[in-house]
Antibody
C-alpha cells in the first residue's frame, strides 16, 4: 500500500525559499503509472492545488503560483520535491503531497500524505 | 481558471438525516469531478471520483451525481463519523481547482 510522507522545515523567513520533500513508500515513482501533486491549505481555509510532476520530470503548475514554484523528482530516492520562492505570510499553510491515480492530468488524487505545517515568519 | 462554488458553506444536520451538498462549475467539466472528506487536522480523503464512482472502501451511503456544471454529493443517512468538511474538485483542466468547502455540523 502506497504511503506518502512530507518533510521539511516548519518555519521559513519571509522572502526566502520554502523547500519540502515527499517520500513515497510501498510503490515506485518510476513506474510511470501516476502523477504526483502538491496541494496546500492555509489555516482555516480551503485547498489550493500547487502543481504536479511525472517521473520523467514533466510538470504543470498552478498559473497563479507558477512564477515562484518548482517541482522536481528524484527517482533514485523515490521522492519528489517542492520549492516555493519569495515566500510571504500568505504562504503559511499545511502542505500536502498526493498521488494522482491516473497519469495524464485528468485524475483524482487517491493517496495523500498527512501534511506538514509551514509557517512564514521572521 | 474554472471556478467551483459549493453550497451551502455550512450545514447543520442530525444523525440519520439525508444530506445533499451542491457543487457548481463555472464552465462544463464533463464528469471530471471528485469529492473529498476532511476532518480537523487530517488530510482529505477521496470519496467519489468521476462525479459518481464510489471510491473503494467508502460506505455506500455516500453517492455522487451530475455532469457538466452541476453536481451533488448525497449522504443518505448521516452517521456520527460523517461530521466533517467536504470539498469538490474539478480535474477537467490541468489547473485543478477546489470548491470552498461545506462543513457538516451536528444540529
Amino acid at each position: 500500500q502506497v504511503q506518502l510522507q512530507e518533510s521539511g522545515p516548519g518555519l521559513v523567513k519571509p522572502s526566502q525559499t520554502l523547500s519540502l520533500t515527499c517520500t513515497v513508500s510501498g510503490g515506485s515513482i518510476s513506474s510511470g503509472d501516476y502523477y504526483w501533486s502538491w496541494i496546500r491549505q492555509p489555516p482555516g481555509k480551503g485547498l489550493e492545488w500547487i502543481g504536479y510532476i511525472y517521473y520523467s520530470g514533466s510538470t504543470y503548475y498552478n498559473p497563479s503560483l507558477k512564477s515562484r514554484v518548482t517541482i522536481s523528482v528524484d527517482t533514485s530516492k523515490n521522492q519528489f520535491s517542492l520549492k516555493l520562492s519569495s515566500v510571504t505570510a500568505a504562504d503559511t499553510a499545511v502542505y500536502y503531497c498526493a498521488r494522482d491515480r491516473q497519469p495524464g492530468g485528468y485524475s483524482e488524487m487517491d493517496v495523500w500524505g498527512q501534511g506538514t505545517t509551514v509557517t512564514v515568519s521572521s | 481558471d474554472i471556478q467551483m462554488t459549493q453550497s451551502p458553506s455550512t450545514l447543520s444536520a442530525s444523525v440519520g438525516d439525508r444530506v445533499t451538498i451542491t457543487c457548481r462549475a463555472s464552465q462544463s467539466i464533463s464528469s471530471w469531478l471528485a469529492w473529498y472528506q476532511q476532518k480537523p487536522g487530517k488530510a482529505p480523503k477521496l470519496l467519489i471520483y468521476k462525479a459518481s464512482s464510489l471510491e473503494s472502501g467508502v460506505p455506500s451511503r455516500f453517492s455522487g451525481s451530475g455532469s457538466g456544471t452541476e453536481f451533488t454529493l448525497t449522504i443518505s443517512s448521516l452517521q456520527p463519523d460523517d461530521f466533517a468538511t467536504y470539498y469538490c474538485q474539478q480535474y477537467n483542466s490541468y489547473w485543478r481547482t477546489f470548491g470552498q468547502g461545506t462543513k457538516v455540523e451536528i444540529k
